[in-house]
């Protein structure tokens, strides 16, 4: 039995925008943001068709689920574990301001260095996988669309393909606004079929 669940990254933020750490501070998206929604909720009504919609609870996933919600007729499902990693005292900062030692201890291994006040992205892989494994038991041979975080569904892909969370960074390229990601669950084993791909076949707005 074939279960394939797309993993779409929320729409734009002011933060985001200035690439900077957003994680547990709830912003909501901006104007180019709902317009990569909408593009999102085009996927998914002419390409996708899913037969749930799960989302984080954090507003800006929130904002992001909503027009695929309407348009398809379906309640989302909000999951606290699919929240984006609490980042600490990196929240509202780009990396480039936080303090050398800190900065570069994190990126050399963010599990060893968490950032300080923060959530360890080890345990949120933990959190995510458990999420997902419950998504492909409840719709199994099914299709879901999950509603998520860039470094959240990054962690995932690495638990799932046995891949090193700490290196999730090195691994894994972040994830556009909307962008999607595509896992295939069959026979107890994951695939990744697609990573980062736009919702539409069009240039979205960054």
């Not at 295939?184 to 069009?202: H, K, M, S």
């Amino acid at each position: 039995m074939r279960t394939t669940v797309v993993l779409a990254r929320h729409g734009r933020t002011e933060w985001h925008h200035g690439n900077r750490y957003t994680g547990s501070t709830d912003l909501p998206i901006d104007s180019v943001g709902v317009r990569q929604a909408e593009f999102l909720r085009t996927w998914a009504v002419e390409e996708f068709r899913p037969d749930a919609l799960w989302s984080s609870p954090m507003l800006r996933a929130r904002q992001t689920a909503a027009p695929t919600a309407e348009a398809l007729g379906l309640e989302p499902t909000v999951d606290a574990r699919l929240r984006e990693v609490d980042f600490g005292s990196a929240e509202g900062k780009m990396l480039s301001e936080l303090p050398p030692s800190v900065g570069q201890a994190f990126e050399l291994d963010p599990v060893a260095n968490p950032f300080p006040d923060g959530e360890n992205v080890a345990d949120a892989a933990v959190r995510v996988h458990g999420a997902f494994d419950q998504i492909v038991r409840r719709h199994a041979g099914g299709k879901v669309l999950v509603v998520a975080h860039n470094t959240l569904i990054r962690l995932l892909v690495c638990r799932v393909l046995g891949l090193a969370v700490k290196d999730y960074r090195r691994l894994l390229p972040a994830l556009g606004p909307a962008a999607l990601v595509r896992l295939r669950e069959q026979d107890g084993t994951v695939g990744l079929e697609a990573f980062n791909v736009p919702a539409l076949r069009t240039e979205i707005p960054q």
